[in-house]
């Protein structure tokens, strides 16, 4: 096995499930991804069976998502090629069905490359991440508002844990029906909003719960005004693309897009896996309250 993206959190993960299944793991670095010549070079030593990239821009800058989500994974993907990989197994996210931002076109656009490729391939779109969904515990902890967009039932996701997401990964290598394969992946059900995962928190914290609201148009209007000056600094380019992002996920929800009503369905999100958010909050709210 050869896994990029090994750094990350979802990578390590995988690199542990792979080798508790007993593969031979080689982990490419950062320096790997210099030039193509160094990474071609990095694979070919290898000699990998399976390519998996869990690589993915941190940023999502356009510039960034452009380096990263496509043209990394593209090189990955012909250094696989030259080596004489037989599979490559692409992380990407589900958020690219409804494609409006830089990083879903990028990852949309090395998809299309994959497919077209001639290798055997696999595509894990996963909903959301416990991590994604943790950013409020210290304030709930506190005793501040859980903070909403809206009225917080504007979106809804089937959250996967990094272990269950990681395992199921690992297994997309020995299971031949999951080639040549598109794979939305959520954790146990049911689909939860943020209104519920705030009062969840405030449940487990053992506090009284408070929201308070803010409008997604906010972002809108941020975004806007500095779109005017992305023709002519960068700067403004990735703070107007941050508030594009941040109107996305604060308005659309992580879960498999039905073409035929174009609505999101409960239903038709798979579900994979046994840890819950629930778990992960209860958790996290204990170490903080011992750490204090």
């Known amino acids: 096995m050869l896994l990029a993206g090994a750094s990350g959190t979802i990578g390590r993960a995988v690199a542990t499930a792979l080798s508790s299944d ?23 030593e290898a000699r990998p069976e399976t390519v998996i990239s869990c690589i993915a821009s941190r940023s999502g800058s356009p510039k960034d998502t452009q380096t990263v989500d496509y043209q990394a994974n593209a090189n990955l993907l012909a250094a696989a090629q030259a080596a004489d990989a037989r599979h490559f197994i692409l992380l990407s996210a589900i958020c690219v069905q409804k494609p409006r931002l830089a990083f879903q076109h990028a990852k949309l656009a ?6 077209d490729s001639g290798i055997d391939w696999t595509i894990v779109r996963p909903t959301a991440f416990f991590k994604s969904l943790s ?20 979106t809804r996701c089937k959250p996967i844990s990094d272990a269950d997401l990681a395992r199921f990964i690992a297994d997309c290598v020995t299971r031949t029906g999951r080639r040549n394969c598109v794979l939305p992946i959520g954790g ?33 209007l941020a975004s806007h005004l500095l779109s005017l000056g992305a023709p002519f600094f960068d700067w403004f380019a990735a703070k107007a693309e ?15 897009l039905d073409p035929e009503t174009g609505a999101y369905s409960e239903e038709a999100t798979p579900e994979f896996g046994s840890d819950t958010l629930r778990d992960h909050y209860r958790r996290l709210i204990e170490k903080g309250v011992r750490d204090t």
Do not use: W
């Open 22 to 44: 007993g593969h031979r793991v080689t982990c490419l670095s950062r320096a790997d991804f210099a030039d193509a010549a160094t990474l071609a070079k990095a694979v070919a």
């Open 110 to 115: 090395f998809e299309a490359e994959l497919q």
């Open 135 to 154: 950013g409020q515990i210290a304030r709930v902890r506190d005793g501040k508002p859980f903070l909403l967009f809206g009225n917080g039932e504007l």
């Open 188 to 220: 146990p059900g049911p689909a939860i909003s943020p209104r519920e995962q705030g009062a969840m928190m405030f449940e487990l914290a053992g506090r009284e719960p408070r929201f308070r609201s803010i409008s997604p148009s906010l972002f809108k």
């Open 242 to 256: 941050y508030a594009r992002i941040a109107h996305y996920y604060a308005t659309e929800s992580m879960l498999v």
